[in-house]
C-alpha cells in the first residue's frame, strides 16, 4: 500500500509518494473530476522541481484519483468568478500552470502519463507533454474549450497543429472527444494499454521493471484516422466560416454533425482558435505557443469575451443555452480576432 500524502503546499487536493524509484502524483478531487485549482498546480510544479534534483527518483507517474479519470481540466468555474474580482490572479494560475506544463515537456526525469478515463484540457496539458502518454479503452480526451468560449490552451495547439491533415484542426474547433485510439492517431498519446492492467504497469515502473512491447497490448484502432477524407477537405483553409459551410453541406453525415457542433461553439473563440492553432503550426517550440496562449488568456478574461457567458451556461446556470457576442461565425471580423494577439 502506497502512502500518499501532501507536498510542498499544505493541500489534500493533490497527494505525492515515493514508491520504489517512482515519484508518483496523485490528482486528488475525484468528486470535481480532479479539476485544477491553483494550489494543485503550485504544488504539483514545487514537487516536479525537487524530484528532478532527486537521483533516488528515476520516474515521475501521473495519475488521478477515482475511476472516473485523470483529470476533467482546471476549475474555471472558480477562474470565471476571480477574473471578475481579481483578474491577474486568474491570469496567474494560467502562467503557474503552464509553467508546470513545460516542467513535464522538458524534465530530465522520465515523466508517465495514466490517461485512463476522463482527460480534458488541463488534463491534456499535464500528460501530452509527458515521456510515456498511456491511453486506455476507457480514454475521453478532449480540449472542449471552444463550447465553453475559450481556446485550447495548455500549448495544445502545438500538437494539435502537428496532427496528421487536418485532425487536430476539427479536434480544437468543435471540442471534439476521441478515443484512446484516437489520441495515439493525433499525437496525444503514445500506447494504450487494457486499463485493468494499469496498477500492475505502475508497479512496474517503481521497480524500475524494462517495458516491453506488450506495454500496448490493447490495439490502438482510430475512428477519427477513417474520417480523414471529409476532415481534411472540410477544414483546410484560415477562413472559419467557410469551414462551417464546406461542414454543413457536406454529403457525409459526420461532417454535417461535426458542422452542427461547431455552429453552436462560441464564433469568437472558434475564429480565435483557428488563427491560434494556424499560428502555432509556423512556431519553433512549445514554450512559444504558451507564451502565445498566456496572451490569448488574457484577452479571454475581459468582458468582451464570450468565456464567462459560456462558463455560465455551462457550468453554473447549466442551461446550455449562451448568448454568444457574434451571431455566426461570418460576424466576426478579422481585426477581432488579430486583437487577441496583441
Known amino acids: 500500500m502506497v502512502d500518499f ?9 493533490v497527494l505525492f509518494a515515493v514508491d520504489g524509484v517512482a515519484g ?3 490528482l486528488n478531487r475525484p468528486r470535481a473530476l480532479n479539476a485544477l485549482n491553483a494550489p494543485m498546480v503550485a504544488s504539483a510544479l514545487a514537487q516536479v522541481r525537487e524530484w528532478e534534483r532527486d537521483e ?27 477574473a471578475a474580482t ?47 502518454r498511456v491511453a486506455t479503452e476507457r480514454s475521453r480526451v478532449a480540449m472542449p474549450e471552444t463550447i465553453i468560449g475559450f481556446f ?19 479536434m480544437a474547433l468543435t471540442g471534439a472527444t476521441i478515443s ?3 489520441a495515439v492517431a493525433v499525437g496525444l498519446a503514445d500506447t494504450v494499454v487494457a486499463s485493468a492492467d494499469m496498477p500492475r504497469l505502475v508497479e512496474r515502473l517503481a521497480a524500475w521493471e524494462e517495458l516491453g512491447p506488450e506495454v500496448g497490448d490493447v490495439e490502438p484502432e482510430s475512428e477519427l484516422m477513417g474520417e480523414r477524407s471529409w476532415i481534411d477537405e472540410c477544414y483546410a483553409g484560415d477562413d472559419p466560416a467557410v469551414i462551417l459551410d ?12 461535426a458542422g452542427a457542433d461547431l455552429a453552436a461553439r462560441s464564433p469568437l473563440a472558434v475564429a480565435v482558435t483557428l488563427e491560434a492553432l494556424r499560428r502555432a503550426a509556423r512556431l519553433e517550440s512549445l514554450r512559444e505557443v504558451l507564451d502565445q496562449d498566456e496572451v490569448l488568456g488574457r484577452h479571454f478574461l475581459a468582458e468582451t469575451s ?23 461565425l461570418a460576424d466576426v471580423t478579422r481585426d477581432e480576432v488579430l486583437a487577441f494577439f496583441d
Open 180 to 182: 484512446g485510439g484516437d
Open 56 to 82: 533516488a527518483v528515476r520516474t515521475i507517474v501521473i495519475e488521478g484519483a477515482g475511476d472516473r479519470g485523470l483529470c476533467a481540466g482546471g476549475d474555471v468555474r472558480f477562474l470565471r468568478e476571480q
Open 306 to 328: 464570450d468565456f464567462s457567458e459560456g462558463v455560465r451556461a455551462q457550468l453554473v446556470d447549466k442551461d446550455r443555452n449562451p448568448t454568444w457576442r457574434h451571431a455566426s
Open 86 to 132: 481579481d483578474p491577474e490572479a486568474a491570469q496567474g494560475f494560467w502562467r503557474e500552470e503552464y509553467a508546470l506544463d513545460h516542467a513535464i515537456a522538458t524534465s530530465g526525469t522520465p515523466v508517465v502519463a495514466v490517461m485512463d478515463g476522463v482527460v480534458m484540457g488541463g488534463g491534456v496539458g499535464l500528460s501530452a507533454y509527458a515521456s510515456l
Open 152 to 170: 485550447p490552451d495548455v500549448g495544445a495547439t502545438w500538437l494539435l497543429s502537428r496532427a496528421p491533415g487536418e485532425l487536430g484542426t476539427h
Open 24 to 26: 508518483r502524483i496523485l
Open 246 to 257: 464546406r461542414l454543413t453541406s457536406h454529403p457525409d453525415p459526420a461532417a454535417r454533425r
Open 5 to 13: 500524502a501532501p507536498g510542498p503546499l499544505p493541500t489534500q487536493d
